[in-house]
T-cell receptor, first 111, second 117 residues
Framework: GQNIDQPTEMTATEGAIVQINCTYQTSGFNGLFWYQQHAGEAPTFLSYNVLDGLEEKGRFSSFLSRSKGYSYLLLKELQMKDSASYLCAVPFSGGYNKLIFGAGTRLAVHP | GAVVSQHPSRVICKSGTSVKIECRSLDFQATTMFWYRQFPKQSLMLMATSNEGSKATYEQGVEKDKFLINHASLTLSTLTVTSAHPEDSSFYIC?????????????FGNGTRLTVT
């Protein structure tokens, strides 16, 4: 089967750095996605990792370790607008664009 | 700009009535679209895969006769919630991918908040 685990909630201070972890179990691996979702809105794509290592994209970076079934999203120079849910997702086995989502991590950024 | 358009954004209906939600891909053709449902403070749960020109594929536990999906063209999929009940109140979101590669991200519509009274 497939399973994704993320912390439920995190808090951080404006200007700081926060790391959101995700562990997954899949019968096959076709990459891992991170999405951001503000309350009441649709998710927006942040990153995709299929190879081990760190992918940096501005203030957001995503890391993957396939051997450990582990990924993290790193947010630097936090801003108030970064308060949102962050969803880790992997494709269903055999389904390229069909994603299974983790429960999401609600991040609250405080002044 | 948005690549997937969803309508309506919000709908309130009476118990027992049906509600249709439209999902359109903008400036690209989507042979496959996905319908998700999200309850408050929970993650997105895949309901079904909408396939252009053929029957939708439903996930386990999703009633196909209650959630009718039609994908009549390459740019439009519709989800009809039939005989809606208060427990169907949820946030429904459609999505599509511009490409078919493994790294092609899903683009989501803005969602439809359904309230059944």
């Amino acid at each position: 089967g497939q399973n994704i685990d993320q912390p439920t909630e995190m808090t951080a201070t404006e200007g700081a750095i926060v790391q959101i972890n995700c562990t997954y179990q899949t019968s096959g691996f076709n990459g891992l996605f991170w999405y951001q979702q503000h309350a009441g809105e649709a998710p927006t794509f942040l990153s995709y990792n299929v190879l081990d290592g760190l992918e940096e994209k501005g203030r957001f970076s995503s890391f993957l370790s396939r051997s450990k079934g582990y990924s993290y999203l790193l947010l630097k120079e936090l801003q108030m607008k970064d308060s949102a849910s962050y969803l880790c997702a992997v494709p269903f086995s055999g389904g390229y664009n069909k994603l299974i989502f983790g429960a999401g991590t609600r991040l609250a950024v405080h002044p | 700009g948005a690549v997937v358009s969803q309508h309506p954004s919000r709908v309130i209906c009476k118990s027992g009535t049906s509600v249709k939600i439209e999902c359109r891909s903008l400036d690209f053709q989507a042979t496959t679209m996905f319908w998700y449902r999200q309850f408050p403070k929970q993650s997105l749960m895949l309901m079904a895969t909408s396939n252009e020109g053929s029957k939708a594929t439903y996930e386990q536990g999703v009633e196909k006769d209650k959630f009718l999906i039609n994908h009549a063209s390459l740019t439009l999929s519709t989800l009809t919630v039939t005989s809606a009940h208060p427990e169907d109140s949820s946030f429904y979101i459609c999505s599509a991918s511009i490409g078919t590669g493994l790294n092609s991200p899903l683009h989501f519509g803005n969602g439809t908040r359904l309230t059944v009274t």
